[in-house]
């Protein structure tokens, strides 16, 4: 082919035909620059395979991400509810200083309550490869690149509180040390590998009236009811926060796929 507009210019060039050779020679150009274009578009269309395929991956690897945090923050909420329930309750045992009133539940209200804490350890690891790598301008949504970056900034409000919180647990198994293991349910005690305690109201009933008398208590549970709900608003928000990203994604697998 090349042998053949060589020959073909030179045929023009011999019989001096310098306007037709100029036509010519732009007619080459021409076609040169449309493969070259051609060329490009080809390639440009392969870039774009390769982009798609990584970002396909990306999403499946995110929504997989995703799917275990939108099932952890459902589960530690209704736990998280469970603890503030019962530490109002004790709350309310504490302000009513009647050794009467709920005695038999108060065991439950202390150690699923004041000792209870739960902590949520969200799975940031695909979101934060692809930070460090750079990968997250594959992404071409940009509220799902903007929600992942709320969600990963709105995580470090929750290990905040952790410290307090702990402080708060620790204090407050200080201040209901004497109880030992008057308390416990069966369940707990199974769970310990320790039998039936024999029930003894009046040890009960005195051991319920000096804990009445600890003001350390009551503002300690208060705190720690307070910490708990705050940190029961960020899981919920989080939680909205999988949903949201969960249904951006599967939008964009759906599109794509």
Not at 109 to 116: E, K, Q, R, S, V
Not at 185 to 212: A, P, Q, V, W
Request: aromatic share 10%; with cysteine; proline share 0%.
């Amino acid at each position: 082919m090349i042998k053949f507009f060589r020959k073909i210019r030179q045929n023009l060039l011999s019989e001096s035909k310098f306007s037709k050779y100029l036509i010519y020679a732009i007619g080459e150009i021409i076609l040169v620059v449309i493969g070259i274009l051609i060329a490009l578009q080809i390639n440009n269309w392969n870039e774009k395979q390769k982009e798609e395929k990584s970002e396909l991956l990306i999403l499946k690897t995110l929504q997989k991400d995703f799917i275990e945090n939108k099932k952890m923050y459902s589960e530690i909420v209704d736990k998280q509810q469970f603890v503030i329930d019962n530490c109002k309750s004790l709350i309310k045992c504490f302000e009513n200083k009647v050794v009467e009133y709920k005695r038999d539940s108060i065991g439950t209200f202390i150690y699923y309550g004041a000792f209870n804490y739960y902590g949520a350890e969200p799975i940031l690891g695909s979101y934060e490869a692809l930070i460090g790598s750079g990968d997250l301008k594959t992404l071409t949504n940009e509220t799902l690149k903007s929600n992942l970056a709320l969600f990963s900034s709105e995580i470090n409000q929750g290990f905040e509180d952790e410290i307090s919180a702990m402080n708060l647990l620790n204090t407050l198994n200080d201040e209901f040390s004497s109880i030992g293991t008057l308390f416990l349910d069966h369940k707990l005690r199974n769970s310990m590998g320790l039998g039936k305690l024999k029930e003894n109201i009046e040890i009960k009933d005195k051991t319920i009236s000096d804990l009445y008398q600890n003001s350390n208590i009551l503002h300690s549970l208060a705190m720690k009811t307070g910490a708990e709900l705050n940190r029961l608003k960020l899981h919920l928000k989080m939680l909205d926060y999988s949903t949201e990203i969960l249904n951006l994604i599967k939008s964009e697998l759906q599109e794509k796929e």
